[in-house]
């Protein structure tokens, strides 16, 4: 059975609904804003650290609850979990937070920046295009779309970062070498592609939930990812 995560503690409006998150301040108490989408696990532990991780960073990270409380490391539970969130739902609560975190006094950019892994890599794109020029850099982890065909992507305004494996059988290159060529058809913008040797899908995960968690390429790809957000994000 699902578990509740224990990490909500803000709530925002989105449309017509209330949703959650996890948000967390950087030392400095204020700084550039960050939202982190959470992989189809749920809001978990492991999510809740690469937030804090980011706040360390100098970043005011929020992380959307898309499940609204559930969370699992059973991978059926996951896949039904994710099966049963409407795309359009997902990006509705994301583009909620976007505007409550802008709201914010101790956020002191004029932009976001979205980082998201797995399911939610795809929703960084989505939700990249849905914001506009209110997003100033994305950050892809081995996550494409979660919806069977791929929307237009029209509205993609920032700069992007993709990290992928060259062994991920989900979100392997060849997927990804796609979605690059749909985005720079459609908005112009041409992702930054890495794609990394021996790794398989989620090697940024320390929980290592599926095996395939690798430290090394974990802090290449995290260094990356810092210094492409700070250098964007503003």
Same mark, same amino acid.
């Given at each position: 059975?699902?578990?509740?995560?224990?990490?909500?503690?803000?709530?925002?409006?989105?449309?017509?609904?209330?949703?959650?998150?996890?948000?967390?301040?950087?030392?400095?108490?204020?700084?550039?804003?960050?939202?982190?989408?959470?992989?189809?696990?749920?809001?978990?532990?492991?999510?809740?650290?690469? /937030?804090?991780? $980011?706040?360390?960073?100098?970043?005011?990270?929020? *992380? @959307?609850? +898309?499940? %609204?409380?559930?969370?699992?490391?059973?991978?059926?539970?996951?896949?039904?979990?994710?099966?049963?969130?409407?795309?359009?739902?997902?990006?509705?609560?994301?583009?909620?937070?976007?505007?409550?975190?802008?709201?914010?006094?101790?956020?002191?950019?004029?932009?976001?920046?979205?980082?998201?892994?797995?399911?939610?890599?795809?929703?960084?794109?989505?939700?990249?295009?849905?914001?506009?020029?209110?997003?100033?850099? /994305?950050?892809? $982890?081995?996550?494409?779309?979660?919806?069977?065909? *791929? @929307?237009? +992507?029209? %509205?993609?305004?920032?700069?992007?970062?993709?990290?992928?494996?060259?062994?991920?059988?989900?979100?392997?290159?060849?997927?990804?070498?796609?979605?690059?060529?749909?985005?720079?058809?459609?908005?112009?913008?041409?992702?930054?592609?890495?794609?990394?040797?021996?790794?398989?899908?989620?090697?940024?995960?320390?929980?290592?939930?599926?095996?395939?968690?690798?430290?090394?390429?974990?802090?290449?790809?995290?260094?990356? /990812?810092?210094? $492409?957000?700070?250098?964007?994000?503003?």
């Amino acid at each position: 059975m699902p578990q509740r995560t224990k990490h909500q503690n803000v709530s925002f409006p989105s449309a017509q609904d209330t949703a959650y998150g996890y948000l967390c301040l950087p030392p400095e108490k204020k700084g550039p804003g960050l939202i982190v989408i959470q992989e189809w696990w749920g809001l978990t532990d492991h999510i809740a650290n690469m /937030t804090d991780r $980011f706040a360390a960073e100098g970043f005011v990270s929020l *992380a @959307p609850d +898309l499940y %609204g409380g559930p969370t699992t490391h059973d991978s059926a539970e996951a896949n039904e979990m994710m099966q049963n969130l409407p795309v359009e739902v997902g990006v509705k609560r994301l583009r909620g937070a976007v505007d409550f975190l802008l709201s914010q006094d101790s956020v002191t950019s004029k932009t976001i920046g979205i980082v998201g892994f797995c399911m939610g890599g795809g929703f960084a794109l989505l939700l990249s295009n849905e914001a506009g020029d209110q997003v100033g850099a /994305t950050v892809v $982890f081995y996550g494409l779309f979660t919806s069977p065909t *791929a @929307p237009p +992507l029209h %509205g993609i305004k920032s700069p992007i970062l993709g990290h992928f494996g060259d062994q991920d059988s989900y979100a392997s290159p060849e997927k990804a070498k796609e979605i690059q060529q749909q985005i720079m058809d459609q908005s112009g913008i041409r992702m930054d592609l890495q794609i990394y040797p021996g790794a398989g899908h989620a090697f940024m995960n320390d929980e290592n939930l599926l095996g395939t968690y690798d430290p090394t390429l974990a802090k290449i790809a995290w260094d990356k /990812t810092i210094d $492409f957000l700070k250098q964007n994000v503003k």
